[in-house]
């Protein structure tokens, strides 16, 4: 695993310093110029994790992924931000204000139309944030969000942030929770990549209606039990896989 981690890494930041490089003189030309580049750049990590690493890359649920809908998922990883840009077709990320502060990234992240929130700014923020991902729903994207804000390891949990509810409340559409367990085959900050089953799965949509409450205890509920669920079901196929210990 050391020298295939070590093989990934290579091809993960050669590829992607590559193409930020080749981008820069693309900043003024069409946004659907990123988009492909950026589609591009997921499919080409998930192949180096797939041929590299030896991990076993399954999405279940797209059809779900579709239409108008606010997408909740499980951040376990560096993983999921990436793939999320092939798997759904125009993905509005919602992001720490910081981020657009680094150079290249940061201007390809303005450049792409994500939505960036200052949260030094409260209430402001909140209000600027709906705004800006009504637009993202009324022009046919999907937004997603991280609903506890940060990577966290497997088998652990943070608490839910009540922004997700604000956009539930505002939006009016359905929230797709979307469970991963990335963590295992990529972790936080973790030189060493695994050969596992690494799934997303994008489960039944939680309808619009529901009280503040209600809504964020059943999204919690299903986006951990799923993923405790996916963990379980990687770790038991690596441990039946044949020479294990």
């Known amino acids: 695993m050391l020298i295939r981690s070590f093989l990934f890494d290579i091809g993960f930041f050669g590829l992607t310093t590559l193409l930020a490089l080749l981008l820069f003189p693309a900043l003024l030309l069409p946004r659907q110029i990123f988009l492909r580049t950026v589609r591009f750049w997921a499919w080409a990590v998930d192949y180096l994790l797939c041929h590299v690493v030896g991990a076993n890359i399954e999405v279940r649920g797209t059809a779900r992924l579709r239409g108008p809908c606010l997408v909740a998922c499980k951040h376990q990883s560096a993983w999921e931000t990436i793939a999320l840009n092939r ?12 981020l657009t502060w680094i150079p290249f990234f940061g201007w390809y992240l303005v450049k792409t139309g994500q939505v960036a929130v200052d949260r030094a700014t409260g209430p402001r923020a909140l209000k600027a944030m709906l705004h800006d991902v009504e637009a993202a ?23 839910y942030h009540p922004g997700v509810a604000a956009l539930y409340r505002h939006l009016g559409v359905p929230v797709v929770p ?29 309808p619009p209606g529901l009280d503040r409450t209600a809504f964020m205890s059943r999204l919690e509920a299903v986006i951990e039990g799923e993923t405790r669920a996916l963990e379980e079901e990687a770790l038991s196929a690596e441990r039946d896989r044949p020479g294990a210990p």
């Open 87 to 98: 798997i759904i077709a125009d993905p509005c990320f919602i992001l720490k204000r910081e």
């Open 137 to 159: 729903v009324a022009g046919g994207r999907q937004p997603v969000i991280f609903p506890e804000g940060t990577r966290v390891p497997p088998g652990e949990s943070q608490p």
């Open 178 to 206: 979307v469970a991963v367990n990335s963590g295992l085959t990529w972790g936080r900050r973790a030189f060493l990549k695994r050969s596992r089953r690494l799934i997303l799965s994008a489960l039944e949509p939680i």
